[in-house]
Protein backbone atom coordinates (compact mmCIF):
# COMPACT_ATOMS: atom_id res chain seq x y z
CA UNK A 1 0.00 0.00 0.00
CA UNK A 2 1.50 3.47 -0.93
CA UNK A 3 1.56 5.62 2.43
CA UNK A 4 -0.43 8.98 2.17
CA UNK A 5 0.77 11.58 0.13
CA UNK A 6 2.57 14.35 2.78
CA UNK A 7 0.42 17.66 3.22
CA UNK A 8 3.50 19.31 2.21
CA UNK A 9 6.37 18.98 -0.07
CA UNK A 10 8.99 20.97 -1.17
CA UNK A 11 11.32 19.97 -3.94
CA UNK A 12 14.35 22.10 -4.40
CA UNK A 13 13.23 25.02 -4.11
CA UNK A 14 14.95 28.30 -4.46
CA UNK A 15 13.50 32.09 -4.51
CA UNK A 16 16.20 34.88 -5.31
CA UNK A 17 16.66 38.70 -4.70
CA UNK A 18 17.79 41.31 -7.08
CA UNK A 19 19.32 43.66 -4.67
CA UNK A 20 21.38 46.85 -5.03
CA UNK A 21 24.97 46.51 -3.62
CA UNK A 22 25.67 49.86 -2.91
CA UNK A 23 28.24 50.49 -5.71
CA UNK A 24 28.34 53.09 -7.91
CA UNK A 25 27.00 52.01 -11.53
CA UNK A 26 29.92 51.81 -13.94
CA UNK A 27 29.01 52.31 -18.01
CA UNK A 28 25.82 50.86 -16.79
CA UNK A 29 27.07 47.56 -15.14
CA UNK A 30 27.09 46.99 -11.48
CA UNK A 31 24.90 48.27 -8.90
CA UNK A 32 22.71 45.31 -8.30
CA UNK A 33 23.50 41.67 -7.39
CA UNK A 34 20.66 38.61 -7.49
CA UNK A 35 21.07 37.44 -3.74
CA UNK A 36 19.81 33.70 -3.24
CA UNK A 37 17.47 34.12 0.03
CA UNK A 38 16.25 30.32 -0.14
CA UNK A 39 18.93 27.70 -1.84
CA UNK A 40 17.20 24.18 -3.59
CA UNK A 41 15.83 23.40 0.02
CA UNK A 42 13.55 20.57 -0.09
CA UNK A 43 11.42 18.74 2.68
CA UNK A 44 8.25 17.50 3.67
CA UNK A 45 5.15 17.41 6.29
CA UNK A 46 3.47 14.63 6.63
CA UNK A 47 -0.01 15.25 7.77
CA UNK A 48 -1.01 16.28 11.35
CA UNK A 49 2.70 16.59 12.46
CA UNK A 50 5.04 19.66 13.05
CA UNK A 51 8.34 20.25 11.69
CA UNK A 52 10.43 22.68 13.20
CA UNK A 53 12.45 25.32 11.45
CA UNK A 54 15.04 26.96 13.16
CA UNK A 55 17.85 29.18 12.24
CA UNK A 56 19.46 32.32 12.74
CA UNK A 57 18.33 36.14 11.59
CA UNK A 58 18.09 36.04 7.82
CA UNK A 59 18.69 32.73 6.57
CA UNK A 60 15.42 32.87 4.89
CA UNK A 61 12.36 31.28 7.11
CA UNK A 62 10.44 33.47 6.36
CA UNK A 63 11.01 33.82 2.19
CA UNK A 64 10.13 29.84 2.46
CA UNK A 65 7.28 30.54 4.52
CA UNK A 66 5.99 32.60 2.71
CA UNK A 67 7.03 30.81 -0.84
CA UNK A 68 4.70 27.97 0.44
CA UNK A 69 1.83 30.38 1.02
CA UNK A 70 2.40 31.89 -2.35
CA UNK A 71 3.00 35.19 -1.10
CA UNK A 72 6.31 34.98 -2.78
CA UNK A 73 7.61 33.83 -6.03
CA UNK A 74 9.86 30.75 -6.47
CA UNK A 75 12.59 30.85 -9.03
CA UNK A 76 12.92 27.22 -8.90
CA UNK A 77 11.42 24.01 -7.77
CA UNK A 78 8.46 22.79 -7.37
CA UNK A 79 5.84 22.43 -4.00
CA UNK A 80 2.98 20.53 -3.06
CA UNK A 81 -0.24 20.69 -1.15
CA UNK A 82 -0.90 16.76 -1.30
CA UNK A 83 -1.50 15.50 -4.42
CA UNK A 84 -1.71 19.53 -5.90
CA UNK A 85 1.28 21.10 -7.44
CA UNK A 86 0.61 24.88 -6.33
CA UNK A 87 3.87 25.87 -7.34
CA UNK A 88 2.29 26.11 -10.72
CA UNK A 89 0.33 28.93 -9.62
CA UNK A 90 1.30 32.98 -10.03
CA UNK A 91 1.83 34.02 -6.60
CA UNK A 92 -1.84 34.87 -4.79
CA UNK A 93 -3.37 33.72 -7.69
CA UNK A 94 -4.37 30.33 -6.15
CA UNK A 95 -7.56 28.67 -6.21
CA UNK A 96 -9.60 29.09 -3.47
CA UNK A 97 -9.89 25.28 -2.34
CA UNK A 98 -6.09 24.96 -1.94
CA UNK A 99 -5.75 28.37 -0.56
CA UNK A 100 -8.02 27.14 1.86
CA UNK A 101 -5.44 24.24 3.20
CA UNK A 102 -2.36 26.41 4.27
CA UNK A 103 -2.46 29.24 6.57
CA UNK A 104 -0.11 31.91 8.49
CA UNK A 105 0.42 32.95 11.74
CA UNK A 106 3.25 35.85 11.76
CA UNK A 107 5.08 36.98 14.32
CA UNK A 108 3.48 40.27 15.06
CA UNK A 109 -0.02 39.91 16.06
CA UNK A 110 -0.23 43.87 16.38
CA UNK A 111 0.74 44.46 12.90
CA UNK A 112 -1.19 41.55 11.66
CA UNK A 113 -5.07 42.38 12.48
CA UNK A 114 -6.26 45.61 10.98
CA UNK A 115 -7.27 47.72 13.59
CA UNK A 116 -10.00 48.52 12.51
CA UNK A 117 -11.83 46.01 12.10
CA UNK A 118 -14.14 43.91 14.99
CA UNK A 119 -12.98 40.74 16.30
CA UNK A 120 -16.11 39.22 14.39
CA UNK A 121 -15.07 41.65 11.17
CA UNK A 122 -11.84 39.23 11.07
CA UNK A 123 -13.26 35.81 11.78
CA UNK A 124 -16.34 36.46 8.96
CA UNK A 125 -14.07 37.81 6.61
CA UNK A 126 -12.66 34.33 5.81
CA UNK A 127 -15.52 32.68 6.54
CA UNK A 128 -17.48 34.19 4.02
CA UNK A 129 -15.09 33.83 1.24
CA UNK A 130 -14.34 30.33 1.77
CA UNK A 131 -17.85 29.05 3.23
CA UNK A 132 -20.60 31.16 1.35
CA UNK A 133 -23.15 28.93 1.67
CA UNK A 134 -23.09 29.29 5.32
CA UNK A 135 -25.82 31.55 6.47
CA UNK A 136 -25.27 34.85 8.93
CA UNK A 137 -26.27 32.80 11.66
CA UNK A 138 -24.25 29.93 11.20
CA UNK A 139 -21.40 32.25 11.01
CA UNK A 140 -22.06 33.78 14.19
CA UNK A 141 -22.05 30.51 16.12
CA UNK A 142 -19.18 29.24 14.21
CA UNK A 143 -17.28 32.68 15.41
CA UNK A 144 -18.21 32.08 18.99
CA UNK A 145 -16.81 28.58 18.39
CA UNK A 146 -13.78 30.00 16.91
CA UNK A 147 -13.01 32.27 20.08
CA UNK A 148 -14.15 29.61 22.64
CA UNK A 149 -11.29 27.23 21.02
CA UNK A 150 -8.63 29.34 21.33
CA UNK A 151 -9.84 30.19 25.08
CA UNK A 152 -11.75 33.30 24.37
CA UNK A 153 -15.14 33.79 24.21
CA UNK A 154 -18.30 35.44 22.72
CA UNK A 155 -18.04 39.05 24.70
CA UNK A 156 -14.53 39.61 22.86
CA UNK A 157 -16.37 39.67 19.36
CA UNK A 158 -17.57 42.91 19.33
CA UNK A 159 -13.68 44.55 20.44
CA UNK A 160 -11.17 45.82 18.29
CA UNK A 161 -7.84 44.64 18.17
CA UNK A 162 -6.11 47.79 20.39
CA UNK A 163 -8.43 46.08 23.10
CA UNK A 164 -6.29 43.09 23.69
CA UNK A 165 -3.00 42.07 25.26
CA UNK A 166 -0.56 40.53 22.07
CA UNK A 167 -1.19 36.95 23.61
CA UNK A 168 -4.80 37.81 23.39
CA UNK A 169 -4.36 39.25 20.00
CA UNK A 170 -2.07 35.81 18.97
CA UNK A 171 -4.93 33.94 19.99
CA UNK A 172 -7.53 35.51 17.53
CA UNK A 173 -4.89 35.52 14.62
CA UNK A 174 -5.11 31.49 15.34
CA UNK A 175 -8.55 32.05 15.55
CA UNK A 176 -8.45 33.11 11.53
CA UNK A 177 -5.87 30.78 10.62
CA UNK A 178 -8.23 27.97 11.72
CA UNK A 179 -11.78 29.88 10.52
CA UNK A 180 -10.80 27.99 7.50
CA UNK A 181 -9.96 24.47 8.51
CA UNK A 182 -6.56 24.57 7.30
CA UNK A 183 -4.51 21.36 7.20
CA UNK A 184 -1.03 23.19 7.62
CA UNK A 185 -0.49 26.29 8.86
CA UNK A 186 2.48 28.30 8.58
CA UNK A 187 3.76 29.44 12.26
CA UNK A 188 6.08 32.31 11.63
CA UNK A 189 8.01 32.63 14.94
CA UNK A 190 4.17 33.17 16.79
CA UNK A 191 5.50 33.64 19.94
CA UNK A 192 8.71 35.50 19.52
CA UNK A 193 6.74 39.20 20.26
CA UNK A 194 5.20 38.04 23.22
CA UNK A 195 6.27 37.52 27.61
CA UNK A 196 8.02 33.68 28.34
CA UNK A 197 4.94 33.02 30.70
CA UNK A 198 2.34 34.29 27.35
CA UNK A 199 4.75 32.40 25.05
CA UNK A 200 4.11 29.11 26.98
CA UNK A 201 0.20 29.27 26.94
CA UNK A 202 0.09 30.11 22.99
CA UNK A 203 2.40 26.95 22.55
CA UNK A 204 0.29 25.26 24.88
CA UNK A 205 -2.83 25.92 22.72
CA UNK A 206 -1.31 25.35 19.40
CA UNK A 207 -0.58 21.38 20.80
CA UNK A 208 -4.31 21.05 22.04
CA UNK A 209 -5.53 22.78 18.34
CA UNK A 210 -3.01 20.00 16.76
CA UNK A 211 -5.04 17.26 18.90
CA UNK A 212 -8.27 18.23 18.13
CA UNK A 213 -8.05 18.27 14.58
CA UNK A 214 -4.89 16.87 13.11
CA UNK A 215 -3.46 20.18 11.38
CA UNK A 216 -0.06 19.81 10.30
CA UNK A 217 2.58 23.01 11.28
CA UNK A 218 5.80 24.41 9.93
CA UNK A 219 6.85 25.81 13.21
CA UNK A 220 9.47 28.74 12.30
CA UNK A 221 11.36 29.71 15.36
CA UNK A 222 15.19 31.15 16.38
CA UNK A 223 14.51 29.49 20.22
CA UNK A 224 15.92 25.81 19.41
CA UNK A 225 14.21 25.25 23.24
CA UNK A 226 10.48 25.55 21.68
CA UNK A 227 10.75 23.48 18.36
CA UNK A 228 12.33 20.86 20.17
CA UNK A 229 9.71 20.43 22.63
CA UNK A 230 6.54 20.89 19.90
CA UNK A 231 8.50 19.77 16.80
CA UNK A 232 8.18 15.62 15.14
CA UNK A 233 10.77 16.78 12.53
CA UNK A 234 13.62 19.43 13.30
CA UNK A 235 15.60 21.19 10.31
CA UNK A 236 18.33 23.87 10.61
CA UNK A 237 18.33 26.27 8.16
CA UNK A 238 21.49 28.83 7.38
CA UNK A 239 22.26 31.07 4.52
CA UNK A 240 19.37 29.75 2.47
CA UNK A 241 20.25 26.49 2.66
CA UNK A 242 18.71 23.20 5.18
CA UNK A 243 22.02 22.33 6.76
CA UNK A 244 20.79 19.53 9.14
CA UNK A 245 17.39 17.65 9.89
CA UNK A 246 16.13 14.89 11.84
CA UNK A 247 13.86 14.34 15.05
CA UNK A 248 14.67 16.13 17.48
CA UNK A 249 16.56 13.58 19.47
CA UNK A 250 18.72 13.59 16.50
CA UNK A 251 19.77 16.99 16.10
CA UNK A 252 19.34 17.97 19.45
CA UNK A 253 21.36 15.36 20.85
CA UNK A 254 24.06 14.75 18.36
CA UNK A 255 24.20 17.83 16.24
CA UNK A 256 26.41 16.90 13.02
CA UNK A 257 27.05 20.21 12.06
CA UNK A 258 29.65 23.51 14.01
CA UNK A 259 26.88 25.57 13.05
CA UNK A 260 24.06 23.72 14.73
CA UNK A 261 26.12 23.10 17.81
CA UNK A 262 26.83 27.05 18.17
CA UNK A 263 22.88 27.38 17.88
CA UNK A 264 22.57 24.75 20.69
CA UNK A 265 25.64 25.86 22.63
CA UNK A 266 23.40 29.77 23.10
CA UNK A 267 20.51 28.17 24.29
CA UNK A 268 20.06 27.62 28.02
CA UNK A 269 18.98 23.80 28.75
CA UNK A 270 17.55 22.88 31.67
N1 LIG B 1 11.73 41.37 -0.84
C1 LIG B 1 13.03 41.23 -0.60
N2 LIG B 1 13.96 41.80 -1.41
C2 LIG B 1 15.29 41.65 -1.20
N3 LIG B 1 15.80 40.90 -0.19
C3 LIG B 1 14.93 40.30 0.64
C4 LIG B 1 13.51 40.43 0.49
N4 LIG B 1 12.90 39.72 1.48
C5 LIG B 1 13.90 39.18 2.21
N5 LIG B 1 15.11 39.52 1.71
C6 LIG B 1 16.42 39.09 2.23
O1 LIG B 1 16.43 37.68 2.26
C7 LIG B 1 17.10 37.21 3.42
C8 LIG B 1 16.21 36.28 4.20
O2 LIG B 1 15.17 37.03 4.82
P1 LIG B 1 14.06 36.35 5.74
O3 LIG B 1 13.10 37.39 6.16
O4 LIG B 1 13.53 35.17 5.01
O5 LIG B 1 14.94 35.86 6.98
P2 LIG B 1 14.48 35.16 8.34
O6 LIG B 1 15.26 33.90 8.44
O7 LIG B 1 13.01 35.05 8.38
O8 LIG B 1 15.00 36.16 9.45
P3 LIG B 1 14.34 36.59 10.89
O9 LIG B 1 14.67 35.47 11.85
O10 LIG B 1 15.04 37.85 11.24
O11 LIG B 1 12.86 36.77 10.69
C9 LIG B 1 17.55 38.44 4.20
O12 LIG B 1 18.90 38.69 3.88
C10 LIG B 1 16.66 39.54 3.66
O13 LIG B 1 17.32 40.77 3.70
MG1 LIG C 1 11.52 35.89 9.63
Known sequence: MRAPSPILRVENVSVKFLRRTGTRKFFGFGGKEIFTAVNRVSFEIPAGKTVGLVGESGCGKSTLGRAILRLQSIDSGKIFCGNDEISRFPTARMPLPLRRKIQMIFQNPYASLNPRQTVS???????????????????????????????????????????????????????????VKPELIVCDEPVSALDVSVQAQIIDLLKKIQAQTGVAYLFVAHDLAVVEDLSDYVLVMRSGEIIERGTPEEVYGSPQSDYTKTLLAAVPRL
Open 121 to 179: NVLSEPLEIHFPEMTAREREDEIVALLEQVGLNAAHRLRYPHEFSGGQRQRIAIARALA
